[in-house]
T-cell receptor, first 117, second 112 residues
Framework: EAQVTQNPRYLITVTGKKLTVTCSQN?????MSWYRQDPGLGLRQIYY???????DKGDVPEGYKVSRKEKRNFPLILESPSPNQTSLYFC????????????????FGPGTRLTVT | QKEVEQDPGPLSVPEGAIVSLNCTYS??????FMWYRQYSRKGPELLMY????GNKEDGRFTAQVDKSSKYISLFIRDSQPSDSATYLC????????????FGTGTRLTVIP
């Protein structure tokens, strides 16, 4: 089954304790992306990756890191989480990046609800 | 001003009603327009996708794009309780985009 998986689904942590949210896709997609979703603000892109070892900042990258060492995996790292990073996080993947062909369907993971106290 | 504006609702309708969901945008470079549906505790899933202006129909769903007014709509005919979800519009320019620009979502409840 084609899917994007994220782990963990729920996480409560304290300020400053480093954490990693994993993301994996089994569709051989080139493009992967992380979003955060907040009430009244919608989905905002944090980082994206156009292929292995190619990553770049989205709209709200501060406080986050990513890596893309393998095509299927795109972990999101919070080195020193703060309460303003409490949010619902989604990983997404698509065959190509937006603007390149008709493959606009981004497949989203189930989400990770993060609470930083 | 946000690039994409969407009324957050919530919107409650009786089963069988016609539903109209809308977004406006400010960037005239947007060429690709999408509607995503997001059920509670799930990630968004692509519902409809259109390029440039015009209409596209898929079963009970019709997407309309009016580029002259920078306005897009999603119509749902014969709405069902299973349509209860949050609907997100998204759009992108033709080239040079690394991102989709999302609306904040409209929460729809269809009452049996």
């Amino acid at each position: 089954e084609a899917q994007v998986t994220q782990n963990p689904r729920y996480l409560i942590t304290v300020t400053g304790k480093k954490l990693t949210v994993t993301c994996s896709q089994n569709m051989n997609h080139e493009y992967m992306s992380w979003y955060r979703q907040d009430p009244g603000l919608g989905l905002r892109q944090i980082y994206y990756s156009m292929n292995v070892e190619v990553t770049d900042k989205g709209d709200v990258p501060e406080g986050y890191k990513v890596s893309r060492k393998e095509k299927r995996n795109f972990p999101l790292i919070l080195e020193s989480p703060s309460p303003n990073q409490t949010s619902l996080y989604f990983c997404a993947s698509s065959l190509r990046r937006p603007g390149r062909g008709a493959s606009y369907e981004q497949y989203f993971g189930p989400g990770t609800r993060l609470t930083v106290t | 001003q946000k690039e994409v504006e969407q009324d957050p609702g919530p919107l409650s309708v009786p089963e069988g009603a016609i539903v109209s969901l809308n977004c406006t945008y400010s960037n005239s470079a947007f060429q690709y327009f999408m509607w995503y549906r997001q059920y509670s505790r799930k990630g968004p899933e692509l519902l409809m996708y259109t390029y440039s202006s015009g209409n596209k129909e898929d079963g009970r769903f019709t997407a309309q794009v009016d580029k002259s007014s920078k306005y897009i709509s999603l119509f749902i005919r014969d709405s069902q309780p299973s349509d209860s979800a949050t609907y997100l519009c998204a759009m992108s320019p033709q080239t040079g985009a690394n991102n989709l620009f999302f609306g904040t979502g409209t929460r729809l409840t269809v009452i049996p």
